[in-house]
T-cell receptor
Framework: NAGVTQTPKFQVLKTGQSMTLQCAQD?????MYWYRQDPGMGLRLIYY???????DKGEVPNGYNVSRLNKREFSLRLESAAPSQTSVYFC?????????????????FGAGSRLTVL | AQSVAQPEDQVNVAEGNPLTVKCTYS??????LFWYVQYPNRGLQFLLK??????LVKGSYGFEAEFNKSQTSFHLKKPSALVSDSALYFC??????????????FGAGTRLAVHP
């Protein structure tokens, strides 16, 4: 049982380049999330998807777009990368309902994607 | 403002000694509180949560946490630390927001170093 799988694990971009981080979960979870982790700042929510077909902004959505391709997959796109987007990105999923939010249910995280923007 | 504070960047403890990792929160309404652990180059893993009921919550790997409403704290504890407990620990709280969107707020993390 793989859980949450993220690709790529590492990526180096130049300012202005675009890229997509892929995430897939095999736990039949309704809700999926993208977080970024920066030193001394904990994890901050970028976007989330309560259920297939819906997406909503989190704390720090600027510069990012997301797509909930199907129930399993939730991708994060950087259209024009900036050095401020250098970070470690985590995808997570949880069992939530149609109003799915990170509530009482536990999040399962992927291993992370380390992105460096030069 | 809704927030989570982990006042210690790092906690050092000798193997076999008890450990405490501190967490305080500020949120309106009844909090849901969580602890997650992150080992090097890994994603976060769930340790335990407090939703309601007994203030002492037991979780994975022998960890427990005590919810103290009057002090708005949720400190993580373990009676006897292991070197393998060395990791980054995150406290998180659910903060109810208007419109039904509940945001999970994470603390900045505390690095636990257990020395042999």
């Amino acid at each position: 049982n793989a859980g949450v799988t993220q690709t790529p694990k590492f990526q180096v971009l130049k300012t202005g380049q675009s890229m997509t981080l892929q995430c897939a979960q095999d736990m039949n979870h309704n809700s999926m999330y993208w977080y970024r982790q920066d030193p001394g700042m904990g994890l901050r929510l970028i976007y989330y998807s309560a259920s297939e077909g819906t997406t909503d902004k989190g704390e720090v959505p600027n510069g990012y777009n997301v797509s909930r391709l199907n129930k399993r997959e939730f991708s994060l796109r950087l259209e024009s990368a900036a050095p401020s987007q250098t970070s470690v990105y985590f995808c997570a999923s949880s069992e939530e309902g149609d109003r799915g939010v990170p509530g009482a249910n536990v999040l399962t995280f992927g291993a992370g994607s380390r992105l460096t923007v030069l | 403002a809704q927030s989570v504070a982990q006042p210690e960047d790092q906690v050092n403890v000798a193997e076999g000694n008890p450990l405490t990792v501190k967490c305080t929160y500020s949120v309106s309404g009844n909090p849901y509180l969580f602890w997650y652990v992150q080992y090097p180059n890994r994603g976060l893993q769930f340790l335990l949560k407090y939703i309601t009921g007994d203030n002492l919550v037991k979780g994975s790997y022998g960890f427990e946490a005590e919810f103290n409403k009057s002090q708005t704290s949720f400190h993580l504890k373990k009676p006897s630390a292991l070197v393998s407990d060395s990791a980054l620990y995150f406290c998180a709280v659910r903060a109810p927001q208007t419109g039904g969107y509940n945001k999970l707020i994470f603390g900045a993390g505390t690095r636990l170093a257990v020395h042999p």
